[in-house]
T-cell receptor
Framework: ELKVEQNPLFLSMQEGKNYTIYCNYS?????LYWYRQDPGKSLESLFV?????AVKQEGRLMASLDTKARLSTLHITAAVHDLSATYFC????????????FGKGTKLTVNP | SAVISQKPSRDICQRGTSLTIQCQVD?????MFWYRQQPGQSLTLIAT?????????ESGFVIDKFPISRPNLTFSTLTVSNMSPEDSSIYLC???????????FGPGTRLTVL
């Protein structure tokens, strides 16, 4: 069964800086998800990465997937305070499954 | 996309009682999933609710503690039985939109057990 490891778990950064969150997973996965969660809220879908080399961008966030390295990254460009949230990566428990295994999450705080 | 609603949004319950959480989806789906998020933690899958068959539970979760109903393709309930303070969590239902799409989550039910 898939295991997902995120790092860092906590990230404090200044506005305007760049940083990357890493998501390593243990076995071959046909897709990888990124979610955002604000305090007291549910999960908001950010990206679905479906193939090796996939890159998706939305605003200041860019996600990529390297299936050979079993690694996905979420890159933050010129961070702003509104990006403060917890970010989760998740993958299917096994190929073809819709059941998800989540990483522990990265709590991002962007300071003015 | 899928729009999911949950009831109640939050509740405070006494130890030893049970709470049933409802999940309604705006379209017909084959599988619905129930997750638990303990305070400050990540999400853990409790079970998969299949229409027309018994729910399938993940390791560490049992039907006696978390009975699930799935009467039709748009609705499911999760009951948290004989609650203890350790059951205090956010409970979320989710549905998949297919292998090429994301999985959508409901707004969650925040449960506090005293």
């Amino acid at each position: 069964e898939l295991k997902v490891e995120q790092n860092p778990l906590f990230l404090s950064m200044q506005e305007g800086k760049n940083y990357t969150i890493y998501c390593n997973y243990s076995t071959t996965s046909d897709r990888l998800y990124w979610y955002r969660q604000d305090p007291g809220k549910s999960l908001e879908s950010l990206f679905v990465l479906l193939s090796n080399g996939a890159v998706k961008q939305e605003g200041r966030l860019m996600a990529s997937l390297d299936t050979k390295a079993r690694l996905s990254t979420l890159h933050i460009t010129a961070a702003v305070h509104d990006l403060s949230a917890t970010y989760f990566c998740a993958g299917p428990t096994q190929g073809g499954s819709e059941k998800l295994v989540f990483g522990k999450g990265t709590k991002l705080t962007v300071n003015p | 996309s899928a729009v999911i609603s949950q009831k109640p949004s939050r509740d405070i319950c006494q130890r030893g009682t049970s709470l049933t959480i409802q999940c309604q989806v705006d379209s017909q789906v084959t599988m619905m999933f129930w997750y638990r998020q303990q305070p400050g933690q990540s999400l853990t899958l409790i079970a998969t609710a299949n229409q027309g068959s018994e729910a399938t539970y993940e390791s560490g979760f049992v039907i006696d503690k978390f009975p699930i109903s799935r009467p039709n393709l748009t609705f499911s309930t999760l009951t948290v039985s004989n609650m203890s303070p350790e059951d205090s969590s956010i409970y979320l239902c989710s549905v998949g939109a297919g292998p090429q799409d994301t999985q959508y989550f409901g707004p969650g039910t925040r449960l506090t057990v005293l």
